[in-house]
């Protein structure tokens, strides 16, 4: 393979993206990247026309064809996105809220009984 020529554009992965990529088009509706609804009628060379982005790129690793690695995108939010990795995508920390953390819900210095 040469070095311009993708996993997923020739050889072994071909098939296997192929086929995920029609299943992200007909059952995604959204950009993974900006998170706005995605046209699927509207056709390339218009920058909002929907690709596929790898969420992590074949290039820091990221699996060519794996359905798990692809997402609907604009063409212009993945292009812009290039092969950067995003924060977003990394597992976040779930946060604990004690007793004593929990937000005002209502303020009780104003409450009158009424009995």
Same mark, same amino acid.
């Given at each position: 393979?040469?070095?311009?020529?993708?996993?997923?554009? !020739?050889?072994?992965?071909? $098939?296997?993206?192929?086929? %995920?990529? !029609?299943?992200? =088009?007909?059952?995604?509706?959204? +950009?993974? *990247? +900006?998170?706005?609804?995605?046209?699927? #009628?509207?056709?390339?060379?218009?920058? @909002? $026309?929907? +690709?596929?982005?790898?969420?992590?790129?074949?290039? /820091?690793?990221?699996?060519? #064809?794996?359905?798990?690695?692809?997402? @609907?995108?604009?063409?212009? +939010? %993945?292009?812009?996105? #290039?092969? !950067?990795?995003?924060?977003?995508?990394?597992?976040?920390? !779930?946060? *604990? @809220?004690? %007793?004593? %953390?929990l937000p005002l819900s209502r303020?009780?210095? /104003?409450?009158? #009984?009424? =009995?």
């Amino acid at each position: 393979m040469r070095n311009n020529e993708r996993a997923d554009h !020739k050889g072994a992965h071909r $098939a296997a993206y192929e086929r %995920n990529r !029609k299943r992200i =088009l007909i059952t995604q509706r959204v +950009c993974g *990247i +900006c998170g706005k609804p995605v046209d699927r #009628s509207i056709k390339s060379p218009n920058p @909002l $026309a929907p +690709c596929i982005d790898h969420i992590i790129p074949i290039s /820091k690793g990221g699996h060519p #064809s794996d359905i798990e690695n692809l997402q @609907l995108a604009h063409w212009t +939010c %993945n292009r812009q996105k #290039s092969d !950067k990795l995003f924060k977003n995508n990394e597992p976040k920390e !779930k946060v *604990i @809220l004690g %007793n004593r %953390n929990l937000p005002l819900s209502r303020d009780w210095t /104003k409450y009158r #009984s009424k =009995l």
